[in-house]
């Protein structure tokens, strides 16, 4: 299970946290800290990420704390925590009102609270949030695994999906009806939240969560994106709504709609489109029984394959019965919604009448989703020239992804970057991780890398010093639409 970002500190915990002895002073109560920095510059501004609890002693606040705290908005500061003393005997009250006029939360720090001592306690907490959320997606994750188990699944996984995002949850089939389940009480969907039978969209309520006809029409457009297969996942926002949808297979999309969206959220979701995707499958027998009981009882699904391979995936058309081409492949593993017939056997397909068939090079149980990409690949030149089967021969990176899942990648993992942080990040690996040639490069002081470097690799939730995400990255990066 990929771990979940890091969330956000509330300002409300320090202020809770009676040792470091904080004070609210102005501006709102309430922020999400993200991380910490100390800094005593004039316009510490172009040094922040966003997110960060500044904190400063005031030694050159100068004349104009208007423009100060102004800077500070504008950076996206989450908050200011001001030390009184050894400069200050008290906070300047020009300082004060500035917070309250353009919205900053102001702390007092005590003169017996170290910067370190607060910096500690945003970690501590982090640390905390992290395992809360890494507790709650497993718990959830477990959930939905036994719900998959029920006499009727689908619904049973969709009801507890929106019970848990706090929100609803429906499954899109290709034609455009959809397959939902029950309301939280176990009856169909309450009515005002339901859509209308036109619409064809089924709904999954909970916590007496209601959804209007424009969120359903965003939805509907946002599940267009996936439906063909040009993605996997796409999100967007309605009304105050997040919106998130996710490919499950034959045409079919998941789609959700929830108040809120915290860092887990994306993980429980494609848990459950996993579920989804194995228990809406025509005939989930053989193989794909087991790999469903598999994924149930928390092992793997690539381990109901039952030997390490080769595998060869293959993708077909042209023939009228997917069950016969199957069986002449020696394989029950059959995947026959979609643009192309798509298959999985341990021996080495030959070419079949009436068929095109696009061949992967042999894989492993862990590459089984390199290896679909390389058959489709496979087929389009099958097709293009007409000869009856076409194998996976591209040497090197360009042959395991193709360009459209190079960049569909590219998006997905740089997705949380903004373009500086993408800008920043890809000049810091050019320059094998050196902050100087770096900094000189995108005319930056040193500090200003490190600190965007460091943003990077905290929304990524990616370790730099490995260099296996280096490798990634720097993939993804050179892959990406220019910023």
């Given amino acids: 299970m990929e771990a979940p970002p890091t969330p956000p500190v509330p300002l409300a915990a320090l202020l809770a946290d009676r040792e470091l002895g904080l004070r609210h002073l102005a501006g709102p109560a309430e922020a999400d800290v993200h991380g910490v920095h100390a800094s005593e510059m004039a316009d510490p501004s172009p040094y922040l990420l966003g997110g960060e609890l500044l904190l400063t002693a005031g030694a050159e606040l100068g004349a104009d704390p208007d423009g100060y705290v102004r800077g500070l908005v504008a950076a996206g500061a989450a908050a200011l925590g001001f030390g009184v003393a050894p400069v200050h005997e008290e906070v300047p009250a020009a300082l004060a009102a500035a917070c309250a006029r353009y919205g900053l939360p102001l702390l007092e720090v005590p003169p017996r609270t170290p910067f370190t001592a607060v910096a500690r306690s945003v970690w501590r907490l982090m ?3 992290r395992t809360r959320e890494l507790r709650r997606v497993a718990e959830v994750q477990q959930s ?8 009727d699944p689908v619904a049973a996984v969709l009801t507890r999906l929106a019970s848990s995002l706090g929100g ?4 899109l089939t290709p034609a455009g009806a959809a397959a939902a389940g029950p309301g939280p009480s176990g009856g169909p969907a309450p009515g005002p939240a339901t859509a209308p039978a036109s619409t064809a969209v089924g709904i999954v309520r909970a916590a007496g969560a209601g959804v209007g006809e424009e969120v359903l029409g965003a ?26 949808v996710y490919a499950v297979g034959g045409g079919r999309v998941l789609a959700l709609a929830t108040p809120a969206r915290v860092p887990g959220d994306h993980t429980i979701a494609s848990v459950a489109a996993v579920l989804l995707t194995l228990i809406t499958a025509e005939r989930p027998a053989g193989a794909e029984a087991a790999a469903l009981a598999r994924l149930l009882l928390g092992g793997s699904p690539a381990g109901a394959l039952g030997g390490p391979g080769p595998w060869y995936a293959v993708h077909a058309r042209g023939g009228a019965d997917p069950q016969a081409l199957a069986a002449a492949l020696g394989t029950v593993l059959l995947d026959p919604d979609g643009p192309a017939v798509r298959l999985l056997t341990d021996r080495e397909p030959a070419p079949q009448p009436g068929w095109r068939l696009g061949v992967s090079a042999p894989a492993g149980p862990d590459a089984l989703s390199t290896a679909d990409a390389q058959a489709r690949r496979a087929l389009d030149r099958a097709e293009a020239a007409r000869t009856p089967l076409a194998r996976h021969t591209e040497p ?12 569909a990648h590219a998006e997905a993992l740089l997705g949380p970057l903004s373009p500086a942080l993408r800008d920043t990040l890809r000049a810091w690996l050019a320059h094998h991780g050196s902050w100087d040639r770096s900094a000189a490069a995108l005319g930056l002081h040193r500090n200003t890398v490190r600190q965007r470097i ?12 490995d260099p296996d995400a280096r490798m990634e990255l720097w993939f993804a990066l050179t892959r990406a639409p220019e910023s």
Avoid: Y
Wanted: proline share 2%; no cysteine; aromatic share 2%.
């Fill in 127 to 129: 640390a905390q949030a």
């Fill in 144 to 151: 939905l695994a036994t719900a998959a188990a029920r006499p």
């Fill in 168 to 171: 609803w949850a429906a499954l």
């Fill in 219 to 244: 939805v509907r457009e946002l599940a267009r994106r996936v439906a063909g297969g040009a993605a996997a996942t796409a999100t967007d926002a309605s009304r105050g709504t997040h919106l998130a």
């Fill in 396 to 407: 090197g990176l360009a042959g395991l992804v193709g360009a459209a899942e190079a960049r």
């Fill in 454 to 465: 460091a943003r990077a690799a905290a929304l990524l939730d990616r370790n730099l010093d």
